[in-house]
T-cell receptor, first 114, second 113 residues
Framework: DTEVTQTPKHLVMGMTNKKSLKCEQH?????MYWYKQKAKKPPELMFV???????INESVPSRFSPECPNSSLLNLHLHALQPEDSALYLC?????????????FGQGTRLTVV | AQTVTQSQPEMSVQEAETVTLSCTYD???????LFWYKQPPSRQMILVIRQEAYKQQNATENRFSVNFQKAAKSFSLKISDSQLGDAAMYFC??????????FGTGTSLTVIP
């Protein structure tokens, strides 16, 4: 199984809503990532979890709250988002050691904030 | 600072022809990894090819090959016998030890039938 599965694929939410994005992998990878991507732009790193601990937070606003309940799951909790937060949110995973270095990406969640 | 530069925002190639996408990077690290990812309209980022910096031999994967010039910090992707399914956004990426990936700005490739 070389898949990273993200749900939902599309999400429309109001600015007062609370929602969560989910990401799952069963490759035994110990590093998991959240990226935000605007149209025709590269992915922007938001968070990195390494061995289920938050290791990188790229100064992301607190209305985005990551959670790593176990080594296979990564969530992104959303609250009081702004329209400019509308984007494609990508989850990725990789082995947390040299020799297994590429990141595997999910298909993303297309988020629209209205 | 780690940076990755793709100087060609858009490229086009005739079907069955060859195209080269350029990428340069800046790093003070000696041990790192380089990647080309493809992102079709379906959105998923797919690994095309990777290169370990300590290897002098250029990586190849079927119709895809790289020209890795470590001293020049250059990592170009050559696509041979281009196919319609190759049309996508291509991102060059770089990773040092640890978990941080750095992406270039991308090149949008159009394949003309």
């Amino acid at each position: 199984d070389t898949e990273v599965t993200q749900t939902p694929k599309h999400l429309v939410m109001g600015m007062t809503n609370k929602k969560s994005l989910k990401c799952e992998q069963h490759m035994g990878h110990r590093a998991m990532y959240w990226y935000k991507q605007k149209a025709k732009k590269p992915p922007e790193l938001m968070f990195v979890y390494s061995y289920e601990k938050l290791s990188i937070n790229e100064s992301v606003p607190s209305r985005f709250s990551p959670e790593c309940p176990n080594s296979s799951l990564l969530n992104l909790h959303l609250h009081a988002l702004q329209p400019e937060d509308s984007a494609l949110y990508l989850c990725a995973s990789s082995q947390d050691q040299l020799g297994y270095t590429e990141a595997f990406f999910g298909q993303g969640t297309r988020l629209t904030v209205v | 600072a780690q940076t990755v530069t793709q100087s060609q925002p858009e490229m086009s190639v005739q079907e069955a022809e060859t195209v080269t996408l350029s990428c340069t990077y800046d790093t003070s690290e000696s041990d790192y990894y380089l990647f080309w990812y493809k992102q079709p309209p379906s959105r998923q980022m797919i690994l095309v090819i990777r290169q370990e910096a300590y290897k002098q031999q250029n990586a190849t994967e079927n119709r895809f090959s790289v020209n890795f010039q470590k001293a020049a910090k250059s990592f170009s992707l050559k696509i041979s016998d281009s196919q319609l399914g190759d049309a996508a956004m291509y991102f060059c990426a770089y990773r040092v030890t640890g978990n941080q990936f750095y992406f270039g700005t991308g090149t949008s490739l159009t394949v003309i039938p």
